[in-house]
């Protein structure tokens, strides 16, 4: 995978890329990353990348000619291409106004063989950038940032693990909080069957030695050997976590019969600590 980030601030993004995971991967050859000085494609002496807007308001915006000037000699396809999904390529401007980053959109970008990322910075970007130049709108969370770097890099960490030989043991990310796969408590592929998959929920809770710290033993059932056990546990653990801090997810969660009774029964221990 190629991937392209355009910012204002090219060292900022020099520190988060350069460890763990991306790195591995870079010098792999996995994946290419490429950070564009924006100030490179203004053409006044003062590098000016903002103005004020049209209309009035508070703040700077940053100008439509230096983005589009720095993505033209990128030989992407066109937006049109893009979207209709004859080029395996994306434009996406990072923003507040975008759709939320999931788990689920870090593997589709994962399968793509370029990748533009546009830092946004001041009080916005020209609407004209995501209207005619960027594919997609993209926000890491729902709250205000300075500017897209940060963004930009959680991006590239989140999508660069999944690229196929990036972590060392590939069942891992199978596994994790979020991931579709191994819904309702299937084993993982190639996996022990006392690991089951997120499935779309947070992750069950683990434990390593010493298996007594401080007077805090490490649950029963993850020492006993019994893998059937040890599944049931962690997937009624990861329910347990997911329905205290994240229920919102268990709407779009394939849920086996003994997932629904054991939300049934946690929901009824709630109500009653509450009462």
Same mark, same amino acid.
């Given at each position: 995978?190629?991937?392209?980030?355009?910012?204002?601030?090219?060292?900022?993004?020099?520190?988060?890329?350069?460890?763990?995971?991306?790195?591995?991967?870079? /010098?792999?050859? *996995?994946?290419?990353? /490429?950070? =564009? &000085?924006?100030? @490179?494609?203004?053409?006044?002496? =003062?590098?000016?990348?903002? &103005?004020? !807007?049209?209309?009035?308001?508070?703040?700077?915006?940053?100008? !439509?000619?230096?983005?589009?000037?720095?993505?033209?000699? *990128?030989? +992407?396809?066109?937006?049109?291409?893009?979207?209709?999904?004859?080029?395996?390529?994306?434009?996406?401007? +990072?923003? !507040?106004?975008?759709?939320?980053?999931?788990?689920?959109?870090?593997?589709? +970008?994962?399968?793509?063989?370029?990748?533009?990322?546009?830092?946004?910075?001041?009080?916005?970007? &020209?609407?004209?950038?995501?209207?005619?130049? %960027?594919?997609?709108?993209?926000?890491?969370?729902?709250?205000? *940032?300075?500017?897209?770097?940060?963004? $930009? $890099?959680?991006?590239?960490? $989140?999508?660069?693990?999944? +690229?196929?030989?990036?972590?060392?043991?590939?069942?891992?990310?199978?596994?994790?909080?979020?991931?579709?796969?191994? %819904?309702?408590?299937?084993?993982? @592929?190639?996996?022990? &069957?006392?690991?089951?998959?997120?499935?779309?929920?947070?992750?069950?809770?683990?434990?390593?030695?010493?298996?007594?710290?401080?007077?805090?033993?490490?649950? /029963?059932?993850?020492?006993?050997?019994? =893998?059937?056990?040890?599944?049931?546990?962690?997937?009624?653990?990861?329910?347990?976590?997911?329905?205290?801090?994240?229920?919102?997810?268990?709407?779009?969660?394939?849920?086996?019969?003994?997932?629904?009774?054991?939300?049934?029964?946690?929901?009824?221990?709630?109500?009653?600590?509450?009462?």
């Amino acid at each position: 995978m190629k991937a392209d980030i355009v910012t204002i601030f090219p060292d900022f993004l020099r520190g988060p890329l350069d460890y763990g995971i991306t790195r591995r991967a870079a /010098e792999m050859g *996995l994946v290419e990353i /490429e950070v =564009h &000085d924006l100030r @490179e494609f203004t053409h006044d002496k =003062h590098r000016t990348v903002d &103005d004020r !807007p049209f209309g009035g308001g508070e703040g700077m915006v940053l100008k !439509p000619e230096p983005i589009f000037d720095c993505l033209k000699p *990128l030989q +992407l396809g066109t937006r049109e291409q893009r979207l209709a999904g004859m080029v395996e390529e994306s434009v996406i401007l +990072l923003s !507040p106004q975008g759709e939320r980053f999931t788990q689920q959109m870090a593997a589709e +970008l994962a399968g793509l063989d370029r990748l533009v990322l546009i830092c946004g910075r001041y009080e916005g970007v &020209d609407e004209r950038v995501a209207d005619f130049l %960027a594919d997609r709108e993209i926000s890491i969370g729902d709250y205000v *940032l300075s500017g897209g770097e940060l963004a $930009a $890099a959680v991006i590239i960490e $989140a999508v660069t693990r999944l +690229l196929p030989g990036a972590v060392g043991n590939e069942a891992s990310t199978r596994q994790e909080s979020f991931t579709e796969q191994g %819904a309702a408590g299937e084993v993982t @592929e190639n996996a022990p &069957d006392s690991t089951c998959g997120s499935g779309g929920l947070l992750d069950y809770p683990h434990y390593t030695r010493p298996a007594e710290f401080r007077g805090m033993a490490v649950p /029963e059932v993850l020492i006993n050997g019994n =893998h059937q056990q040890i599944r049931r546990w962690r997937r009624a653990q990861a329910l347990e976590k997911t329905l205290r801090n994240r229920p919102d997810l268990l709407e779009g969660v394939k849920l086996s019969d003994e997932d629904r009774k054991i939300i049934g029964r946690l929901t009824s221990q709630r109500q009653t600590t509450n009462d």
